[in-house]
């Protein structure tokens, strides 16, 4: 066992996302994170899915992802040097007794606070994976009041890109172009 | 890509239409594409949604609107089709219920990866997610029974998501399409430009030749095997590699197993041809599979239904699985040497370099297994001894297929439903050609027999159809007489009538302790049913009548026949892998000598008293005879 990253590149078409989650459901994936988001061309979204599995498990993944239509590309970063992000928004308590503290805690973290009001801060955290782990487990005993993660976000190191030369858009398409979501 | 070109251009020949652009409905432009696509027959039923394209019809007197009876009937029918000459079958309908009815049959299209289009109509585009009168969500309820699905927003993009429909369903591994048009779509006009350019999809490339190194890895383990058979499935016939097939065989002397949707992909009258595999397969061929070094896997998949346990499955063998589908490599069983192509392609790579091997001694071992399976033969020629299991005078459902057979000279196209009389005619029903055996494998459809053998006479009108149907199953889709005597289709339907939903009641009778819970059914007389129908029939009851009344709907040119056959309503289909069992683990038919032995040991259960011991033993195999020992 152990945590694969895949980068997809998906067409921009209604449904792409529902087939590739409804992928997931229909073949008993457990997916970690899934994170969607535009790319430099319009046509195209960009999809990181994360996942704690086996590699024969990721190989096919991988397989019955290129076997939908709308997927043009997949790449497994966790075989290359990849850059790998996650962002956090974390609301902790804090009163003006121990305020000091969490605001210390997210300088030697290098986080964000980026609204204050009377009970808590929200602080956005930027990082690898354990790096979040490790600030969430830190403010926990000011308690969290609530938190949310964009799940990660991946790109190949350098020359590593994911192919994407191979791809027209379709003008008569346009109109059908959307965002996947 | 160069042969669609061709095949375009000549439907544009034929259909009379210009490449010059003209302004047409949404409506019109689905029937152009369809004659572009070179499509002749449209199985489907009407409704709100879809009228505006129902109405363009009438302007389209080349293609030849099929009204079913059910929407069911429609994808099975195309199916049918398509299944019949490898040509995409198209099937329509309007949106809700329409599309819905529509489901089973593109779910079973699926499974068995046959080339469908499905075109339904949608509500307007402006009403989409309303709930509207007869809004269903059908690209979502068929995500995961479509090779792929549209959900067409535009006029615009109507052309090429029909273009690429077809494209999709027929290339690659085969599969539905389904393409979902809101009605203003149908009625708006634009101007009509057919795409000439090659279709290209950037997610979306089929593989074609192997890897060099792969088939110099499978070559290696061929030249190192001893006990080597091939598993054909039904990849060899959609790629159209049966000579190949055969050539590998016959250069390198490897015996073949079929799938049952395999059958036709080499005559079962080959001599390196085994015959079927798997849970009703030889037991001749299972054992092979279990003892054989190496596997060689073509265009099959490895399904419950062929393997058995998988923890216990062909152990010691290495394997090689061929497919175009990657994702079907290691996906149930994990392979030596996977190889993703074109099987044409790929079994020609494999031929020119494979060496004759000698292998007699595992010829020999197979004949052994068939020697004793032939013991326990039941369905012998009449003058034959026969097997003491076979109750006197009574209509076996096995006999019904066998001399079906024979009495069509083996040649027709044979299209089934499923339960028994499916394996039977697996069993005992020889095929020569590719596509002349058309049966729902993947999905084990009730109802798909009447439907798709109407599909299938359309799309071969020049070939003998025979529809093979339970009881129970033609209940499901009979509806479809009706089609058949409108379109005047000259299917044969054979009823195995046994009064039983008889593969439920055989796994009763094994594993619920005869608990016979809903499988005996009270059926109406099918000869009259057909006969409100307007449809000749005769009523079998004998094994003596079956040439005769073989020859007599053989002998009707025009429109459907039925035969119902009554049958033995407690037969078995032998031999057996219990669900989840080893493969080899097989619940066998007793030969003569253990059938007698077993009627002797429960005679003497009955009756403890030596002395009536023996005159009780008729009475006793009679008991036993009827059931358990067919
Ligand atoms: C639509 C559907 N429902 C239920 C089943 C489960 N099933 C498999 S075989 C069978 C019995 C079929 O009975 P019949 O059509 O009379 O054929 P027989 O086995 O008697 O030859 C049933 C109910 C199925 N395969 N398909
Ligand atoms: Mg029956």
Redesign the pocket.
């Known amino acids: 066992m152990a945590k694969h990253i895949l980068a997809a590149l998906v067409e921009n078409r209604p449904g792409v996302l529902a087939r590739v989650a409804n992928l997931f459901r229909r073949r008993s994936f457990n997916i970690d994170s899934l994170s969607v988001g535009r790319t430099q061309r319009d046509e195209m979204s960009r999809m990181t899915i994360v996942m704690e599995s086996d590699s024969a498990e990721a190989d096919r993944l991988v397989k019955n992802l290129y076997k939908l239509v709308d997927v043009v590309h997949v790449d497994h970063l966790h075989s290359q040097p990849s850059v790998v992000r996650e962002m956090a928004l974390v609301k902790v308590k804090a009163s003006s007794e121990n305020r000091r503290e969490v605001i210390q805690l997210c300088d030697i973290f290098r986080a964000r606070i980026i609204d204050v009001s009377a009970e808590s801060l929200v602080v956005e955290i930027t990082g690898e994976e354990e790096k979040l782990e490790n600030f969430t487990e830190l403010v926990r005993p000011f308690g969290i009041v609530e938190m949310v993660r964009t799940g990660m976000i991946a790109l190949g190191r350098g020359g590593h890109t994911l192919k994407d030369e191979g791809f027209k858009p379709n003008r008569s398409r346009a109109a059908a172009r959307r965002n996947v979501l | 890509m160069s042969d669609e070109t061709t095949a375009t251009d000549r439907a544009n020949e034929e259909a009379g239409t210009s490449t010059d652009a003209v302004v047409l409905t949404g409506a019109e432009i689905v029937c152009e594409c369809l004659l572009r696509e070179g499509v002749d027959i449209v199985f489907g039923y009407p409704g709100g949604a879809i009228l505006p394209t129902y109405d363009a019809l009438t302007k389209y007197p080349q293609l030849h609107h099929v009204l079913t009876r059910h929407e069911q009937g429609a994808s099975h029918m195309a199916d049918g089709y398509a299944r019949a000459t490898g040509k995409v079958g198209v099937a329509m309908a309007t949106s809700g219920p329409g599309a819905t009815n529509l489901v089973t049959g593109i779910a079973t299209a699926m499974m068995d990866s046959s080339p469908i289009v499905c075109v339904t109509g949608q509500v307007p585009t402006g009403a989409i997610g309303s709930d509207a009168f007869q809004e269903t969500d059908v690209t979502g309820i068929t995500l995961p029974i479509t090779k792929h699905n549209y959900l067409v927003t535009s006029i615009e993009e109507l052309p090429e998501v029909m273009r690429e429909a077809f494209h999709i369903a027929r290339t690659g591994r085969p599969g539905p399409v389904l393409v979902d048009i809101p009605k203003d779509v149908q009625i708006q006009e634009a101007e009509f430009v057919y795409p000439t350019e090659p279709i290209e999809l950037p997610g979306y490339s089929p593989p074609r030749a192997a890897r060099a190194r792969q088939v110099d890895a499978a070559l290696e383990l061929i030249r190192k095997s001893k006990r080597p058979i091939i598993l054909a499935g039904h990849g060899i016939s959609m790629a159209g590699a049966n000579r190949e097939l055969a050539q590998l065989a016959e250069k390198a002397q490897i015996p073949i197993a079929l799938t049952l949707l395999g059958k036709g992909a080499i005559s079962e009258h080959h001599p390196l041809c085994l015959g079927m595999m798997g849970m009703h397969g030889g037991a001749e061929v299972n054992h092979a599979i279990q003892q054989a070094d190496l596997l060689i896997a073509l265009g099959m998949r490895f399904d419950d239904r062929v393997t058995g346990n998988l923890a216990t499955y062909a152990r010691d063998s290495r394997k090689i699985h061929v497919d175009i589908d990657p994702s079907e490599i290691n996906k149930n069983v994990t392979v030596d040497v996977g190889i993703v192509g074109d099987l044409g392609e790929v079994l020609s790579q494999l031929l020119d370099r494979v060496e004759r091997r000698p292998n007699e001694a595992w010829f020999d071992r197979i004949a052994e297994w068939r020697a004793d399976s032939e013991l326990r033969e039941i369905v012998r020629p009449a003058d034959a001894p026969q097997h003491p299991a076979v109750p006197e005078g009574k209509l076996l459902?096995a006999q019904v297929i066998r001399d079906l057979f024979e009495f069509t000279d083996g040649g027709a196209i044979t299209v089934t439903?499923?339960?028994?009389?499916q394996m039977w005619e697996a069993q005992y029903y020889h095929h020569e050609r590719p596509h002349s055996l058309i049966t729902s494998g993947g999905l084990?459809?009730?109802?798909f027999g009447l439907p798709a053998a109407i599909g299938a006479k359309m799309s071969r009108p020049d070939q003998e159809v025979w529809a093979i149907v339970?009881?129970?199953?033609?209940q499901?889709t009979m509806m479809e007489l009706a089609t058949a005597v409108q379109e005047e289709v000259n299917v044969h339907i054979a009823i195995?009538n046994?009064g039983?939903?008889?593969?439920?009641r055989q796994w009763q009778e094994f594993f619920y302790e005869e608990r016979y819970n809903q499988t005996p059914m009270v059926n109406p007389d099918f000869c009259k049913l057909a006969e409100a129908y307007g449809i000749p029939t005769v009523r079998v009851t004998e094994r003596g009548q079956i040439e005769e009344a073989v020859k007599a709907s053989r002998s009707q040119t025009a429109g459907p026949t039925l035969i119902d056959f009554v049958v033995e309503k407690e037969e078995i289909v032998f031999p057996m892998v219990p669900a989840g069992a080893d493969l080899d683990d097989m619940i066998r038919r007793p030969t003569p000598e253990e059938f007698e032995q077993q009627c002797r040991e429960r005679a003497a259960a009955k009756a403890p008293e030596p002395e009536t011991a023996e005159s009780e033993e008729p009475a006793a195999a009679a008991a036993l005879g009827s059931r358990f020992g067919v």
């Open positions: 459902g439903d499923v339960g028994q009389h084990g459809t009730m109802g339970g009881d129970g199953g033609f499901m195995i046994n039983f939903l008889g593969m439920v």
